[in-house]
């Protein structure tokens, strides 16, 4: 997404349709494009440092051994085949 490269391709774009601009005006426009999805990205960036700093203090809250441990359930199969039947 270089500037210049947009140029290239909008200038080529337009001349399709007959319409002929130069570099100087094209790299303006080429400018404006990118100004929004650059933008995206900076406020993806936030949201992703925020989970990251979050999960960064719960680590140090709680201690790390808690947060990769898995929670499960044992269920006896005797038991769940003998409840289902009465």
């Not at 080429?30 to 650059?38: F, L, Y």
């Not at 680590?59 to 039947?85: A, D, H, P, Y």
């Amino acid at each position: 997404m270089n500037k210049h490269n947009m140029s290239e391709i909008m200038s080529a774009g337009l001349e399709n349709l007959n319409i002929s601009i130069g570099e100087d005006d094209a790299i303006p426009i080429a400018k404006s494009i990118r100004k929004p999805m650059w933008n995206w990205h900076v406020y993806v960036e936030y949201v992703s440092m925020g989970l990251y700093f979050l999960r960064m203090g719960l680590m140090i809250k709680e201690g790390v051994e808690v947060l990769f441990q898995r929670k499960r359930k044992r269920v006896n199969l005797g038991v769940m085949l003998f409840s289902m039947c009465y």
